[in-house]
């Protein structure tokens, strides 16, 4: 039954190489199947190549944030600044990516150090102050609106150039570049949590802090990493969207992170921490996408896809609640 | 069958399946009015089980319990209290932010002048006499975290009383207490036995049963072994009985060679915590201490281990004088410290066994920043084997192990990271025999291999039977350094009493 070379598959909610068991444990994944299996047979345009491709290109982006916030979940935290680092991480890359002022390394290194320097200095509050990481990162969630404006003076920075433009809006052997890098990060988040000494004490630390205190791990450098390393996928993401929308968007991401957030819970990571899994991430926001593009097919309104969202959510939870109660 | 009029309780042939293994085969218990009954067995052997029926927790397959003449079926905890049953848990169940009065009456409060109003004065003023009844001196109107452990529990059994119970089960009752509060426990007991009620006791110190039981009953494995009186009893039998195979001595001899200083502690002190603290353990020696609770044992290795900070003083390691600020610190300079708070401190339960093995030691578990996973096995494989871990495997969950196995993974962690100090803080509490004597024999073999040793212990035969030296606490002040020829238990009482 066990595996160690699949861990990162094991979906779900679960901390890496635990026995897989019953129906429970792949209860995410099987819903998710049926809902694409029920999608195929009521609409013709589900089961489509492009439409397939669109999907997974607009998850593109809620799911690197999943990921970002998988990590910080896992340790028992939390980050609700996702979605104006990917406003700050957008403007930056965007003031860089004018044609014929840069290189197109420098807008995509100048975006990435953005967030990067915004996950920092949420870990640095949180581990020099006793401040809960909800508090401080929601400080940092109106700061960083605020420096988003403040850098683009308040207006959307256009005109970039056709390189930058290509990130989120190219395509390489007729798949979309976002696809690609979600691959890529996905693979590089499910390793890092699941086979490095890194990713063993997020779940330590998540699990039973002092345990892990007590075991000589240092606790706020992890936490540190964590959050830098959120912060650093949000500047991706943030990337992603202005190439993408080739714009740079002050006012872009906003409500992202409960997305994200969301999209983490629904696969399976537990908010009190100690557990959760990048597929659970991945599975999470493509659930999300798929049912809220099923919607669109079926011509139901988007307010009527908000309920279905909120329901989804507290039902994902309510049935790991049942799951871990046998 | 038709129920004995002499018993107040009679189980008979109590079975309990749970996925496919059986809990409890057959258990049977006949309890008598004012009686202390102790309930014996290893961890494991069914004793939770067999509790968690009587109190309404879990529903038995087959078989019956007869209280009163009347049978019982399939109650709730809630039902079980009606009936006179209560138990006093060993980690105690209580709302901490409510008040002693309410939660003394939680969930059956006093009606007021109409259904649904509370009527705060009256619950004050049962409380009150109830308490008073009890001889404890506890205000009804403080919040039950503000408490010590002692004065929860007797809130706790003055609940069970207010609840007019017959049969009283309590899970090791002393387990956190101070002698003293131990002494008003059993008064209690006492007091409890007069007025005709029925005590369950569970409990793993051997003094204690010797002292109150009247009656012992032994499980093993799930199953019924015997009940005997008390005085026809003696340790060793009793021992022998829970375990099912000889133990002839608790304690193994030391055979050690005693080597060079690995640590020297030089007037350690923390305010208000302890005071100028000196001693020296050598490599293969084992250095016990021992005190009341609250004189400062725990702190003294939470300031070695580098959790705390001391005030001043020296702690040498190999000679060497170290600061040390953090666990890493300590972990690194070869000092392992297995706690006294297992679930607190010592594991994490949503991870594997093998995971937890390795924390303390996962750098030399890697190769670069990956976890080295084959590496890892053979250490988690090494350790089941090496500390009889009773496991389905190294990828079972921590949370899944009984106390003594749990204990064992904690102990498997420190020496995975090779020490040359290990601190162990009371290590066999809540342990069974089985699984103490173990514990006991691997702290001798560490100790024959050269490890520096030091054992806080509130059982005054465990610190006598494994230390060379002893030191004695006192409300944080160093009171006596005994060798193991001087030490007797009087000693290290008189030592550990304020005067």
Partial sequence: MKNTTNTYFDL?????????????????????????????????????????????????????????????????????SLGSMVAVAGVVAASFAHPDTYPVVVPIFMGLLAGVVMGA?????????????????????????????????????????????????????????????????????????????????????????????????????????????????????????????????????????????????????????GTGTMAGAL?????????????????????????????????????????HKK | ???????????????????????????????????????????????????????????????????????????????????????????????????????????REPKGWFSGWLDDRRINQEAEKLLTHMGATINVRARMKDLSVAEQQMVEIAKAISNN????????????????????????????????????????????????????????????????????????????????REIDNLFPDSATEIGNAVIAVKNLSRKDVFTNISFTVHEGEILGIGGLMGAGRTELARAIFGLEQPDSGEISINGQLATITSPQEAIRLGIGYVSEDRKGWGFIPDLSIRHNLTLASLPAHAKGVFVDAKRETDSAHRMIRDLRIKTTGPDQKVSNLSGGNQQKVIIGKVLLAAPSLIIFDEPTRGIDVGAKFEIYKLIRQLAADGVAIVVISSELPELLGLSDQILVLEKGKQTALLSKEEASPEMILRYAMPN
């Fill in chain 1, 283 to 323: 599975i999470g926001a493509l659930l999300i996408g798929v049912i809220s593009n099923g919607l669109d097919l079926l011509n139901v309104t988007s307010y009527y896809q908000q309920v279905v969202m909120g329901v989804i959510i507290i039902g994902a939870v309510v049935l790991d609640s049942l799951n």
């Fill in chain 1, 12 to 80: 779900a909610g679960g901390s890496p190489n635990l026995r897989i068991s019953g129906f429970g444990r792949f209860g995410i994944f099987v819903a998710f199947g049926l809902i694409c299996l029920a999608l195929s047979l009521i609409t013709p345009n589900f089961l489509t190549w492009s439409n397939l491709t669109i999907v997974v290109t607009q998850v593109s982006i809620n799911a690197l944030l999943a990921f970002g916030v998988t990590f910080v979940i896992i340790t028992g935290g939390i980050d609700l």
């Fill in chain 2, 1 to 107: 069958m038709t129920p004995n009029q002499d018993y107040i309780l009679q189980v008979r042939s109590l079975t309990k399946t749970f996925a496919g293994i059986k809990a409890l085969n057959n258990v049977q218990m006949n309890l008598r009015k004012g009686e202390v009954h102790a309930l014996m067995g290893e961890n494991g052997a069914g004793k939770s089980t067999f509790m968690k029926i009587l109190s309404g927790l879990e529903t038995p397959d087959s078989g019956e319990i007869i209280l009163n003449g009347k049978r019982l079926k399939n109650t709730t905890v809630r039902e079980a209290q009606q009936n006179g049953i209560s138990m006093i848990h060993q980690e105690i169940l209580a709302v901490p932010e409510l008040t002693v009065a309410q939660n003394i009456f939680l969930g």
């Fill in chain 1, 121 to 273: 200095f949420n870990g640095f509050v949180i581990t020099r102050s006793n401040v809960p990481p909800f508090i401080v990162t929601l400080g940092t969630m109106t700061i960083g609106r605020g420096l988003a404006l403040i850098l683009s003076k308040g207006r959307p920075i256009s005109n970039l150039s056709d390189s930058f433009n290509f990130i989120g809006g190219g395509q390489l052997l007729g798949i979309p570049m976002p696809i690609f890098i979600l691959i890529i990060l996905f693979v590089i988040c499910a390793v890092l949590l699941n086979k490095t000494v890194l990713g063993r004490y997020m779940y330590a630390i998540g699990g039973n802090e002092q345990a892990a205190r007590a075991s000589g791990i240092p606790l706020k450098k992890i936490k540190m990493v964590v959050y830098t390393l959120c912060g650093g996928l949000a500047g991706i993401a943030g990337i992603l969207l202005t190439s993408r929308i080739t714009t740079g968007q002050p006012n872009a991401g906003a409500g992202f992170e409960l997305d994200a957030i969301a999209a983490a819970i629904i696969g399976g990571t537990s908010t009190s921490g």
């Fill in chain 2, 165 to 244: 119970a017959q049969v009283l089960i309590m899970d090791e009752p002393t387990s956190a207490l101070s002698h003293k509060e131990v002494a008003v426990l059993f008064t209690l007991i006492d007091e409890l036995k007069k007025n005709g009620v029925a005590i369950i006791y569970i409990s793993h110190k051997m003094e204690e049963i010797s002292q109150l039981a009247d009656t012992i009953t032994v499980l093993r494995d799930g199953s019924y072994i015997g009940t005997y009186p008390t005085a026809e009893l003696d340790t060793h039998s009793l021992i022998n009985l829970m375990v099912g």
